[in-house]
């Protein structure tokens, strides 16, 4: 079995080198890697410096070399509704052809197409980071049935009595509810 890693100095820079280009030659690539930027959303995301959890296998086919596994990752945010704290844990599957310099399908494919290896190196961040976003919620909720914030007084539906109400006046009637006070004095 080769041995892949990560270059640490490069974040999630693959050297796939000691796969030697052999198709079907493949090896794992399993530990942890600690986020230098955020990996997100406005009101969810991996936080820097929050550990990313790779178990992916890395293989070399004819056109290049394919990635595929899952990743995990700590997500922290808030609740769209109610604006309570949120953290929950992310796991996303991963499978994508980096192509080689060259090859078929690097000559066949537009640069946006398709991940290309920059000689024996490859770049999971974009990867991981479209995989992570694409499953978080774009408006994040604490529980399904999170009635969010109550729009005169601003407190959390969750915490205020059922019976918690306020009195609307429409200001049109003001000046009569004035004299009604009036009267109601003497």
């Not at 529980?143 to 407190?155: E, I, K, M, V």
């Not at 205020?160 to 306020?166: C, I, V």
């Amino acid at each position: 079995m080769v041995a892949i890693s990560l270059d640490p100095s490069q974040g999630l820079i693959v050297d796939t080198s000691p796969l030697e280009r052999a198709t079907g030659a493949a090896a794992p690539l399993v530990g942890a890697v600690t986020l230098p930027d955020d990996m997100g959303l406005d009101l969810i995301k991996v936080p820097a410096g929050s550990e990313l959890n790779l178990d992916l296998l890395v293989t070399a086919v004819t056109e290049g070399v394919l990635v595929s596994g899952e990743v995990s990752a700590d997500i922290v945010g808030e609740c769209a509704r109610c604006l309570a704290p949120i953290e929950d844990g992310l796991t996303v599957p991963i499978q994508e052809l980096y192509a080689y310099e060259g090859s078929t399908t690097d000559q066949t494919t537009d640069a946006d197409e398709i991940a290309r290896l920059k000689g024996d190196l490859l770049d999971l961040e974009p990867t991981v980071r479209d995989a992570l976003v694409l499953e978080m919620a774009s408006s994040p909720v604490c529980r399904d049935d999170c009635q969010g914030l109550c729009s005169d007084c601003g407190q959390p539906w969750a915490e205020l009595p059922a019976d918690h109400h306020h009195e609307k006046l429409d200001p049109r009637w003001a000046a009569l509810e004035q004299l009604r006070g009036l009267t109601q004095d003497k």
